[in-house]
Each structure stands twice: as structure tokens, then as C-alpha cells.
């Protein structure tokens, strides 16, 4: 009973509250300390004095011996690895097992299989060098003394087999790159790299489908690239539409003029040539490209209308074609003048022969059509003009210096010997048009020319204009001062 009361009392004391005058002076504006909350605290002694019950003390030791004894069972289970090797895959080992066969062999020497007689046998040296090819002869070991049996250099098969692929990629490189002269590489040529090469083989196959649209954009800056000509072969021009070959041309007459004159004369008049004998017309999308190359004058001149004249195969129809694009396109008068001189210089290295073939006539075609375009020619290139024509006043004269030497024909051959009509065209467009820049001497060959190579229906105008022309250097009297001069007025007269 002591002991229930004790406790009654203290639980007591502990919902005991605070006095009622402590808590009215506390309370509000009359607090004159601050309240002390009622808390259970622990200090840092008695926190520092805190232990373990036993129990809790034997666990631990527990787990501690228990490490310790598994880390002596793995120390000595090492150690007794080290110390019991199995020596069974020794190489001594083998030396043992001889010594207890040896010890067998010593007891059974009396048995009666040891006295075996053994048959000998013949053996081809053939069969004997084939067999010691595998397995050496002599008491050496064909596995641990290998070293000494091969006395010479051992083969290495790796390096058998790379070197069996070397030579084989060594010939077919040699295959690729060999050219028409006994297997040799032709001269100039270059190796272009796989992955260029596969772009624009691409570009090619695009090219050959092209109708509009943006163009692939390696081939813009094709004309930029080393060994452009190389890789403009990989795209396959033959096979691009007439729109690719448009399009192409405006992207390399935008380039270095001697690339463009290159493009015009392998690409563009092959293409025009071909399409023109194919069709007999040309396509709308050639003859705008023939447009476009002549923005630049002196590359289409020697790209394209120099070549096709002096081959000697150029046709009236391809002449008249091409001649009508240069008759629509405004060109300097200093390209104008420069092609009507090498013309010129063309046609007087053709032979007799060639002289009334188509070859002649299409440099007739094209030295009227620029003649038409009516432009102030230098006086170097009229009378380049007017030997021209007068190579042709008697070719059947054998005195006569103006005939072509040995090249003309003789004979009947000679006097048979017609010119075509564009030529008697080409002469009344140049009398026309310069009949006041020739000197006298010229305009009397020219009269006494008309006279040996003349046209029923051309040479009498021809001779009308040449007639009405003045000599090279005179002043042309003003109308207006003739007719005043005539009225008996000399006010407007500055010759007085």
C-alpha cells in the first residue's frame, strides 16, 4: 500500500497546476519575466553518460569474433593453396612417371612378351621423306623441341595470306587505272576520290531526268572544283535533257572564260550538232543555251563557231541555225570584227577542193550574217574582206597570182567549178553595206571579178552598188548643202 500511495502522489503532483496569482501575473502587460515552458531536457553530461545493457554488448562482440574468424579461414585457406600445388600438370612430373615405368620394365624383364621378336620392313625413301615431313626424324620431340627440328625460317601463314591480298588489290588498282598503251596509265590522267566520284554519278543520273526545278547543288559549284572536266565526265553529259543542258550552261558562263570556252566546245556544241542531225531542228532549250553562251563573245567564237567551221563537216542547216542566234544576240563590234578576220583566215586555209562544199558555204553563212549586223569595221578586216573574195576571180588562170597555187584544181575540173550561191549573197551584202570604205583599186578588182565569177540575178546589183560607192577617205556631200548651193545660196556653204 506505501508504495501505491507514493506513486498516486506523484502523478498527482504532476497534473498539479500553477497557482492562480502566478498565472494572472503572467498573463498579458502585467508579465514582468518570460514563462518557462515545461520540457524534458537532456544535458550533454547526462547524454555523454548514456551506456549499452548487456545483451546488446554480447551481440556485438558476437559479430566482431565472428569476423575475425572468417578473415583467419581465408588467410589460411590461401596459404594452404601455396603450400599443397597440385603438381599433377607439371613438367617433372613426366620425369616421375618414366622412373616408376622404368621400375615396372625391371620387374616384368623375365616375362615372356619381352623377348618379342619384331618383323622389319622395308620402307620406300619416298614414303620415308614424306613422312618425315610430319613427323622429324631422330629421337628429337616433334612438339617441345620444334625449334631445333626446323633448322630453316618457319612460314607464317598470316602474313602469307595479307600478302596474297596486297598483290591481288595491287593488280586490280593496275587493271582500273591502265589505259589503251599496253596496260600503262594515259598520259594526264588523274585519280579522283571514291566519294566525289559517287556524288556525281548521282548528279549525272539526276541530270539525265532534269525538267525544272533547283539544281543539284555539287554541280553549282562544279566549275570551282580541280579536275572539273574530270568529274563533268562522270555526270554523263550525252545523257542530260536539253533543260539540264540550259541550266548548266548559265552556271559555267558564269565562271573563268577559259572553263566556259571548255564547256561550250566538249559539251554544248557536241549537244547541238547531235540534236540538230538527229531532229533536223534544234530544241528550244539548245537554242536558248546558244543564247546564253553568247554573253560571252570570244568563248563562243572559239568554243564553237571556229571549230565547227574549220572541221569541214558543218552543214547548211546547222550554219543557218547557228546563224540565226548570232543575228538575234547584240555582240561588240570588236568580237564581231575579230571573228569576220579568222573567217576569213579559215576559209583561205581550206583546198580547192572544199572550196564549194558545205564547209565553204557555211563560212559564207555566217560572214553575211555578221556583215548584216551593219557595224564600223576597221580597215584591217575590209580588206581582209575583199581578198577574200577576189581568192576566187580565176582559178582556172595558172598565171593569175590571186589563184589558190597548188591546191586548185586544172583542167575542166577548173572551169566547171561553180560557187554557191550564199557566196554571190555574202558579196552583195558587203558591197551594200561598205561599197564607201574600200579604196579604187579594190572596187576595180572587185568590178573585173563580177566579170570571171559572176550571178545572172546577183552580180548586176552587186555591180550597181559598187558603182554608186566613193573611194575610202571622201567626205559625203551634205543634201541640204547641195540643194542650197544649187539655189545659188552659199550662206550654209563652209568649202567657200
Known amino acids: 500500500m506505501p508504495k501505491v500511495h507514493s506513486r498516486s502522489r506523484s502523478a498527482a503532483a504532476e497534473r498539479k497546476h500553477n497557482p492562480l496569482a502566478d498565472d494572472i501575473i503572467n498573463a498579458g502587460h502585467l508579465r514582468t519575466k518570460p514563462v518557462k515552458k515545461r520540457t524534458r531536457r537532456v544535458d550533454d553530461e547526462d547524454a555523454g553518460n548514456d551506456f549499452i545493457d548487456a545483451k546488446t554488448s554480447r551481440k556485438i562482440l558476437q559479430i566482431g569474433q565472428d569476423l575475425a574468424e572468417e578473415e583467419a579461414a ?4 590461401a596459404s594452404g593453396e601455396s603450400a599443397q600445388r597440385n603438381t599433377a600438370f ?6 616421375e612417371d618414366d622412373e616408376q615405368l622404368s621400375e615396372d620394365e625391371d620387374k616384368f624383364e623375365d616375362d615372356e612378351w619381352g623377348d618379342e621378336e619384331v618383323e622389319e620392313v622395308e620402307v620406300d625413301p619416298n614414303d620415308l621423306d614424306t613422312f618425315n615431313k610430319f613427323l622429324p626424324s631422330g629421337d628429337q620431340d616433334p612438339i617441345f623441341n620444334s625449334g631445333e627440328a626446323d633448322q630453316g625460317p618457319g612460314t607464317n601463314l598470316t602474313s602469307l595470306i595479307l600478302e596474297k591480298i596486297e598483290a591481288y588489290e595491287a593488280q586490280q588498282a593496275s587493271k582500273n587505272q591502265s589505259g589503251g598503251q599496253g596496260g600503262a596509265p594515259p598520259e594526264g590522267a588523274v585519280q579522283l576520290p571514291a566519294k566525289a566520284v559517287e556524288v556525281f ?7 539525265s531526268r532534269y525538267k525544272s526545278g533547283p539544281f543539284p547543288k555539287p554541280f553549282k559549284i562544279l566549275p570551282t572544283l580541280p579536275h572539273w572536266n574530270a568529274l563533268l565526265d562522270v555526270t554523263r553529259p550525252e545523257n542530260w535533257t536539253p533543260n539540264a543542258v540550259f541550266g548548266a550552261t548559265r552556271i559555267f558562263i558564269s565562271s573563268k572564260p577559259a572553263i566556259a570556252q571548255e564547256f561550250i566546245n566538249t559539251v554544248l556544241l557536241e549537244r547541238v550538232r547531235e540534236d540538230i542531225h538527229e531532229n533536223r531542228k ?5 537554242y536558248n543555251s546558244l543564247r546564253k553562251a553568247l554573253f560571252k563573245p570570244a568563248c563562243f567564237f572559239k568554243g564553237l563557231l571556229f571549230p565547227l567551221v574549220q572541221s569541214g563537216t558543218c552543214t547548211i542547216r546547222e550554219a543557218h541555225i547557228i546563224a540565226s542566234v548570232i543575228a538575234r544576240v547584240s555582240i561588240p563590234v570588236l568580237h564581231s570584227a575579230a571573228a569576220l578576220l579568222r573567217l576569213c583566215e579559215i576559209v583561205a586555209d581550206q583546198t580547192a577542193a572544199t572550196l564549194s562544199s558545205e564547209g565553204t558555204g557555211a563560212a559564207n553563212i555566217f560572214i553575211k550574217t ?34 589558190v597555187d597548188s591546191k586548185r584544181p586544172s583542167g575542166s575540173a577548173a572551169v566547171e567549178l561553180k560557187l554557191p550561191v550564199i557566196w554571190h549573197q555574202c558579196l552583195l551584202a558587203f558591197a551594200q553595206r561598205y561599197r564607201n570604205d574600200i579604196t579604187e583599186d579594190q572596187r576595180e578588182a572587185l568590178l573585173d571579178l563580177l566579170l570571171v ?20 577617205g571622201v567626205v559625203v556631200p551634205d543634201p541640204e548643202t547641195e540643194a542650197a548651193r544649187a539655189a545659188g545660196d552659199d550662206t550654209m556653204d563652209t568649202s567657200v
Open 453 to 472: 565569177r559572176g550571178h545572172k540575178d546577183i552580180s548586176p546589183e552587186i555591180r550597181r552598188e559598187l558603182l554608186a560607192g566613193r573611194g575610202r
Open 370 to 403: 555578221l556583215l548584216e549586223k551593219k557595224y564600223a569595221l576597221p580597215y584591217k578586216v575590209i580588206d581582209a574582206l575583199v581578198f577574200h573574195f577576189l581568192r576566187f576571180r580565176a582559178m582556172d588562170r595558172p598565171d593569175d597570182p590571186m589563184a
Open 201 to 207: 554519278s548521282k548528279v549525272g543520273h539526276l541530270l
Open 90 to 95: 607439371d613438367f617433372s612430373s613426366r620425369l
Open 74 to 77: 581465408e588467410q589460411r585457406a
Open 282 to 286: 534544234l530544241n528550244v532549250h539548245l
